[in-house]
């Protein structure tokens, strides 16, 4: 949590100072900026934060696509058209629930992912891990 703190302060300070100094102290921040950046162990972060989020990604369709069989299914089933369109709202309620915990589960784990990945970055630009 420190490491992110850290790194608004320091771009806000970065920002306020680009801004006083003019334009070529601003080119100055931003060249050191592109050199943390494009530092190794930073774009190793950020390539795993890429390839995690792709994989939370790839569940949503898959939950989506259990969904809309089972809504399928419900509707589909013998009994009163009455009954086929309550079984088919029942599964689609249960259905979009599934839905938006599996869209919760990939946000937090992706935003957990970044997080890790910032603090690595922050402990590895000062020397750690």
Known sequence: MKG???????????YVL??????ERYEQIKGQ??????AEP???????????????AMALPSTLW??????????GAKGTPG???DAALKVGEDSAD???????TSAKAVKDAVDDAIDDASENGRGGA
């Open 4 to 14: 992110k703190a850290g790194l608004v302060v320091g771009l806000a300070i970065g």
């Open 83 to 85: 009954q086929k369109l």
């Open 66 to 75: 259990e969904s809309a069989v089972k809504v399928t299914q419900a509707a």
């Open 42 to 56: 930073v774009q190793t972060q950020v390539d795993k934060v890429k390839d995690f989020a792709k994989s939370q």
């Open 98 to 104: 599934d839905v938006e915990k599996a869209a919760q």
């Open 33 to 38: 900026w592109l050199k943390v950046w494009n």
């Open 18 to 23: 680009g801004t006083r100094a003019g334009r």
